[in-house]
């Protein structure tokens, strides 16, 4: 199994420009969630998901979306990128709330 | 809303010696906890969670963390640190939030731990 990929692992965008972030996980987990990285700040979750065609916002959802049409995939879009997007973002995915999360191997944005 | 507290964002030991990192963390009911590690350019994995039952509880690489209810902890331990040690190391809380069966994991701030040799 290939656990949780993530592509690409790195871009650089410009201000204004969009993009998509791929997650795909082959464990057939419901539990999926998207989090940015950002130096001392610890992980902040900006989506997640518990099946196909169900989303909610976490903490951090103001310039993303997501969607999730499939189990395996839930890709997370960046409109208008700025600055303040630059960060590691990971995906990750589990069984269930009690089950740990699996990480992906995360993308590092930089927007200038 | 849930918060974690790691307390040091930097912790250096020398190898061979305890390791002690802490994390404590706000919940009005009983929380999952979890200890993850991230190595440099890498993603996040689980060293060790608490859930139900037995409080001290053992994860890989020898470390392990006790839940302690009455403070409100959940730190970290090894009794003799490794160079392969060196890593970020992140506390998390999971709990249902308010109304909804759907629930969220809460991180720490990290703590990075470097191991002299």
């Known amino acids: 199994n290939a656990g949780v990929t993530q592509t690409p692992k790195f871009r650089i965008l410009k201000i204004g420009q969009s993009m998509t972030l791929q997650c795909t996980q082959d464990?057939?987990?419901?539990?999926m969630y998207w989090y940015r990285q950002d130096p001392g700040m610890g992980l902040k979750l900006i989506y997640y998901?518990?099946?196909?065609?169900?989303?909610d916002k976490g903490e951090v959802p103001n310039g993303y979306n997501v969607s999730r049409s499939t189990t395996e995939d839930f890709p997370l879009r960046l409109e208008l990128a700025a600055p303040s997007q630059t960060s590691v973002y990971f995906c990750a995915s589990s069984y269930s709330l009690v089950y740990e999360q699996y990480f992906g191997p995360g993308t590092r944005l930089t927007v200038t | 809303a849930q918060s974690v507290t790691q307390l040091g964002s930097h912790v250096s030991v020398s190898e061979g010696a305890l390791v002690l990192l802490r994390c404590n963390y706000s919940s009005s009911v009983p929380p999952y906890l979890f200890w993850y590690v991230q190595y440099p350019n890498q993603g996040l994995q689980l060293l060790l969670k608490?859930?139900?039952?037995?409080?001290l509880v053992k994860g890989i690489n020898g470390f392990e963390a006790e839940f302690k209810k009455s403070e409100t902890s959940f730190h970290l331990t090894k009794p003799s640190a490794h160079m392969s040690d060196a890593a970020e190391y992140f506390c998390a809380v999971s709990v249902a939030d308010r109304g909804s069966t759907l629930g969220r994991l809460y991180f720490g701030r990290g703590t990075q731990l470097t191991v002299w040799p």
């Open positions: 608490y859930t139900t039952g037995a409080t």
């Open positions: 464990m057939n987990h419901n539990y």
């Open positions: 998901s518990v099946g196909a065609g169900i989303t």
